[in-house]
């Protein structure tokens, strides 16, 4: 059964942006902190940015001033606004609640981000 949706994902030029969108399914999805992951090719799966219930962010320096994590509590939904895209943010992108760190739900299809000129 799938319990996490990622989508937004595409292809894009170097300096686009894109905006991804997870949508959860389930209870307590309030409670808990939620993050974005990538994996790129050959590469293990990193996490990317993360948001607390409270609402504060944190990001990999790799993606900070560029990428932000916002969430909607009301709606079960995770979002991803990611600007001045590069050519090594290509992976495929995934979110996952978190508690301590660790990824809460059996990872979703995730959506391909391809940034490519």
């Known amino acids: 059964q799938v319990q996490l949706v990622e989508s937004g994902g595409g292809l894009v030029q170097p300096g686009g942006s894109l905006r991804l969108s997870c949508a959860a399914s389930?209870?307590?999805?309030?409670?808990?902190?939620w993050g974005w992951y990538r994996q790129a090719p050959g590469k293990q799966r990193e996490l990317v940015a993360a948001?607390?219930?409270?609402?504060?962010?944190n990001y990999a320096d790799s993606v900070k001033g560029r990428f932000t994590i916002s969430r909607d509590n009301a709606k079960n939904t995770v979002y991803l606004q990611m600007n001045s895209l590069k050519p090594e943010d290509t992976a495929v992108y995934y979110c996952?609640?978190?508690?301590?760190?660790?990824?809460?739900?059996?990872w979703g299809q995730g959506t391909q981000v391809t940034v490519s000129s």
């Open positions: 948001i607390t219930s409270g609402g504060s962010a």
């Open positions: 996952n609640g978190q508690t301590v760190g660790v990824p809460l739900r059996p």
């Open positions: 389930g209870s307590a999805f309030s409670i808990y902190a």
